[in-house]
């Protein structure tokens, strides 16, 4: 029986890599706010002999998240990995921050994957199944200007941590990849910093796969990323 992956911010970056990464031995549910790349993603894996399914969604929402799970099961008859990949990043000094600028990352890279998690588990747990979070090297490290953005990555790696421990008895494994810095869209086209020497985005999707496809005698907790040579 083929298992069924739901994957956020699948649209581009990480998130479409991945898809291509497991489109050969998984069936997708593909979650983006942009439907035309999401379409487009969806023909290619079809093309290539696999099955996918697009559901467009904002998860800055929080009522998106039950019904991008029930719209998951509904598309493939159930739900064995929930990848929650979708994020913001924007940066600003300590005394620059305000209301704004936390609204603008904590509902999506903080409360989306808690609240898509909570919606999952129900279905997880008939088979057996992961949730990996995909935050950041921010999390334990530090950068200038990533104050908000590193707690919200930092908080997502905590709430992993309980709820590995709380989901053990349900065969659920809950597993964090921490990116360093990855060639995607979430850097500006003006980015000082050498692209050449980041991750590629299909390094990050190759360390969600080992991490999704370990002997379920294993448990790969948390998988650090970062580019051999530095990235800066």
Request: hydrophobic share 55%.
């Amino acid at each position: 029986m083929r298992r069924t992956a739901l994957i956020t911010g699948a649209s581009s970056g990480i998130g479409a890599a991945t898809a291509l990464a497991l489109a050969g031995n998984w069936d997708l549910v593909l979650v983006a706010r942009r439907r035309a790349r999401l379409d487009e993603l969806v023909a290619r894996i079809a093309a290539a002999g696999g099955r996918a399914w697009a559901v467009d969604a904002d998860l800055i929402k929080p009522e998106e998240a039950q019904r991008v799970v029930i719209a998951a099961v509904g598309c493939a008859g159930g739900l064995d990995a929930l990848i929650n990949n979708a994020g913001l990043f924007t940066a600003a000094p300590v005394d620059a921050i305000d209301a704004a600028h936390v609204a603008t990352m904590f509902p999506l890279n903080l409360r989306a994957p808690m609240l898509l998690a909570a919606a999952a588990i129900p279905h997880l747990a008939v088979r057996g199944g992961a949730i990996i979070n995909v935050t950041s090297v921010a999390a334990d490290a530090t950068f200038a200007g990533c104050a908000a953005y590193a707690a919200t990555k930092a908080g997502l790696e905590a709430w992993s941590r309980v709820a590995r421990e709380e989901l053990r008895s349900r065969r659920i494994r809950v597993g964090v990849i921490a990116p360093g810095a990855t060639d995607s869209e979430v850097w500006p086209a003006e980015t000082t910093f050498d692209r050449a020497r980041m991750c590629r985005a299909e390094d990050i999707a190759a360390a969600i796969r080992l991490m999704l496809e370990a002997p379920t005698t294993a448990s790969i907790d948390r998988l650090v990323v970062t580019p051999p040579g530095g990235a800066f």
